[in-house]
Structure formats: C-alpha cells, structure tokens
C-alpha cells in the first residue's frame, strides 16, 4: 500500500490531482473553505489573536482548500489575511502556479499555533489486513499485478496489540485494517502543535461498529474499483477515530470532540437552507446563484455522503471553539 500511493510511480507521489478521481469537501462547495476561516477565526481569538496564525493543511492535494480560505479571508477584510501562515502537507510536488503565500513542504512542521485541518488524509495512510483464521489471525498481502490474495504471515506485536485494543475479531473471515500507523501519525500531528486545534474529516468508525468486511477499496477516475496496489489508482481504507483520539490524548491533546461533518458545518454556519421563493421574482439571478449554493451545500452535509464523515477535533494547550466544544456536550444539531 506505501509503495503504490507513495513509492516512486506511486499515485500521490507522482503528483495526481484527487479531484480527478473522486469528490472531496473542497471541491464540492466554496462553503468548506468559508467554514474553515470562520473555523479559524475562532482559533485565532482564543489564541489571543497572535502576531502569526498557523493553518496547516495536512494532505493538501493541490493546495486548493489553502488558497480558497486565504482568498475569502482577503474578501473579509480586518487583519486576520495578512497573519495567517499557511502551510501544505503533501508528498506530491507543488503545483505550478500556487499562490506564492503558501508554504509546501512534505512533513507537518514544529511549533504550529494555530489549526491543522487533515481532510481525507488518514484514510491512505497505510496499514496492514488482518484476517482471522482457524489457526489464529494472519497478514492478507496482495498481488500488484492481479489484485489477488493470499493469507501469508503472522501479525506483528504491534498489529496484533492494536486489534485486541480496537479491533477485536471474533469469528473466522472476519477482518482488521489494523490502525496504529494512522495512530502514529495522528500522533505526530499533535505533537507538533505548541497552541491550537487539529481536525481529521474522514470516513470512519468506531470500535461498537467496525465493518466484519473491512473497507479496503480503490479509487480511479471517480469510480470505485478494486485496491490493486500497481500504483495506477488511489487506495483507501476508513479510519479508526476513537483510536486516534486515543493517540492524540496520550500525545497531548486535551479537550476531545468526535462527531460528524453534518454537526460541524452546521455549527459553522453551512445549513443548506433554499433561498425563499419570493426571492425568484424580485431577484431571479440572485435567487439561481444562492439556489446553486444551497445545493452545493446540501453534499457537504449529506447525512448519507459528506456529511457522515467523522470528525476528530482536539485542542492542545487552549479550549476548542465553543460551537464546536457543544457537539462533545450533547449540543450537536441533526
């Protein structure tokens, strides 16, 4: 899996736009961006409104969530634009023509005061499959040429500690995408964040609900195919967020949210509301252009699509924002 996403050739390494394989948040609606700076915002005013706000964007793609937020901030006016520091997170080179402001580098940088925002980025951090067997849990590998299985090793201790924690498998063919590299990761995020919030949007489960099947699956010009690791196709497997909130509490975290897309955007302002029909005879061109949004919007908070991805919200050394830190007090809205 490293080596068909990230090895030379590999998918994201040779620099392949996402948007061309499948839909993400910040292609669907201008509103993503919108709810991020109002987002960070908030982060910035609890922080004390610092001299340098950091917004990291972990597996930035084409740095297209980074500059869609430094843009409307610019429209927004106040002093905010010319503070914040934005860096992109990603392993594929910079794309020509990015806006000279922001940082790229292939590492989440030390020191960030401010927010990170990990938009579909653990879910093709690697990891293992773990099948359970009469004869005990063994490795599922994979043939890059055919796509075809076999069960060929033991676990590690470390697949094997992180299944018994969180994935426990009870009954053979039962299977685990056994997570603590995500959790090492998400870890790494935390640790590097001296003041702020870090937020992971990704399909996900939690441990009273992990899929018997598993989740593995490949992505190729906007259509679901099978995870055959040649380096051709995007491969993706959904996260464990409660285990990731786990890693990032024993990093450093404090004050811990896990909750949807749906909830979040709603509590940022994004509820997809049509625009009122009179508006149509006395403003039919404005009336079509908020119709156009509101269906936009709509995606980004589809119960059953965006919207039901998990989000992980964590606080290191400050509070989350209060809309946010309502969702971990029973406040989240339908």
Same mark, same amino acid.
């Given at each position: 899996?490293?080596? %068909?996403?990230?090895?030379? !050739?590999?998918?994201?390494?040779?620099?392949?736009? $996402?948007?061309? /394989?499948?839909?993400?948040?910040?292609?669907?609606?201008?509103?993503?961006?919108?709810?991020?700076?109002?987002?960070?915002? =908030?982060?910035?005013?609890?922080?004390?409104?610092?001299?340098?706000?950091?917004?990291?964007?972990?597996?930035?793609?084409?740095?297209?969530?980074?500059?869609?937020? &430094?843009? %409307? *901030?610019? &429209?927004?006016? +106040?002093?905010?634009?010319?503070?914040?520091?934005?860096?992109?997170?990603?392993?594929?080179?910079?794309?020509?023509?990015?806006?000279?402001?922001?940082?790229?580098?292939?590492?989440?940088?030390?020191?960030?005061?401010?927010?990170?925002?990990?938009?579909?980025?653990?879910?093709?951090? $690697?990891?293992?499959?773990?099948?359970?067997?009469?004869?005990? $849990?063994? @490795?599922? =590998?994979?043939?890059? *040429?055919?796509?075809?299985?076999?069960? /060929?090793?033991?676990?590690?201790?470390?697949?094997?500690?992180?299944?018994?924690?969180? #994935?426990?498998?009870?009954?053979?063919?039962?299977?685990?995408?056994?997570? /603590?590299?995500?959790?090492?990761? #998400?870890?790494?995020?935390?640790?590097?964040?001296?003041?702020?919030?870090?937020?992971?949007?990704?399909?996900?489960?939690?441990?009273?609900?992990?899929?018997?099947?598993?989740?593995?699956?490949?992505?190729?010009? +906007?259509?679901?195919?099978?995870?055959?690791?040649?380096?051709?196709?995007?491969?993706?497997? /959904?996260?464990?967020?409660?285990?990731?909130?786990?890693?990032?509490?024993?990093?450093?975290?404090?004050?811990?949210?896990?909750?949807?897309?749906?909830?979040?955007?709603?509590?940022?302002?994004?509820?997809?509301?049509?625009?009122? &029909?009179?508006?149509?005879?006395?403003?039919?061109?404005?009336? %079509?252009?908020? @119709? !156009?949004?509101?269906?936009?919007?709509?995606? @980004?908070?589809?119960?059953?699509? &965006?919207? +039901?991805?998990?989000?992980?919200?964590q606080a290191v050394n400050t509070a989350l924002p209060e809309p946010l830190g309502r969702l971990?007090?029973?406040?989240?809205?339908?």
């Amino acid at each position: 899996m490293h080596a %068909a996403l990230y090895g030379p !050739g590999g998918f994201y390494a040779r620099g392949e736009s $996402p948007a061309r /394989h499948f839909r993400t948040s910040v292609h669907v609606s201008p509103s993503y961006a919108e709810a991020v700076l109002e987002l960070l915002r =908030q982060v910035d005013a609890n922080l004390g409104r610092p001299e340098r706000i950091d917004l990291v964007d972990v597996g930035a793609g084409r740095g297209e969530l980074l500059e869609r937020v &430094l843009a %409307a *901030a610019e &429209l927004g006016g +106040g002093t905010l634009a010319g503070r914040i520091a934005a860096r992109a997170v990603e392993v594929a080179p910079r794309p020509a023509g990015l806006d000279p402001r922001i940082h790229w580098a292939r590492v989440p940088p030390a020191g960030i005061t401010g927010l990170v925002v990990a938009s579909e980025w653990l879910d093709n951090v $690697p990891l293992d499959v773990v099948e359970l067997t009469t004869a005990g $849990p063994v @490795l599922v =590998q994979v043939d890059p *040429a055919t796509g075809a299985e076999r069960q /060929h090793g033991t676990p590690d201790s470390a697949d094997l500690a992180w299944i018994h924690a969180w #994935w426990p498998l009870r009954a053979p063919g039962e299977r685990a995408e056994v997570g /603590h590299t995500r959790c090492a990761a #998400w870890a790494g995020v935390i640790r590097g964040i001296d003041r702020g919030v870090a937020i992971a949007a990704d399909y996900g489960h939690v441990k009273a609900a992990r899929p018997g099947c598993g989740t593995l699956t490949g992505y190729l010009d +906007g259509r679901a195919v099978p995870a055959v690791p040649d380096g051709s196709r995007d491969i993706t497997a /959904h996260v464990a967020l409660d285990s990731c909130a786990a890693a990032g509490a024993a990093a450093g975290a404090g004050e811990t949210v896990l909750t949807t897309q749906r909830a979040a955007l709603r509590e940022l302002g994004v509820d997809a509301r049509r625009p009122p &029909l009179a508006m149509a005879v006395s403003d039919p061109v404005g009336y %079509a252009v908020a @119709l !156009g949004r509101a269906s936009q919007d709509a995606e @980004l908070v589809d119960a059953e699509g &965006l919207g +039901g991805f998990g989000w992980l919200i964590q606080a290191v050394n400050t509070a989350l924002p209060e809309p946010l830190g309502r969702l971990g007090q029973g406040g989240a809205r339908a």
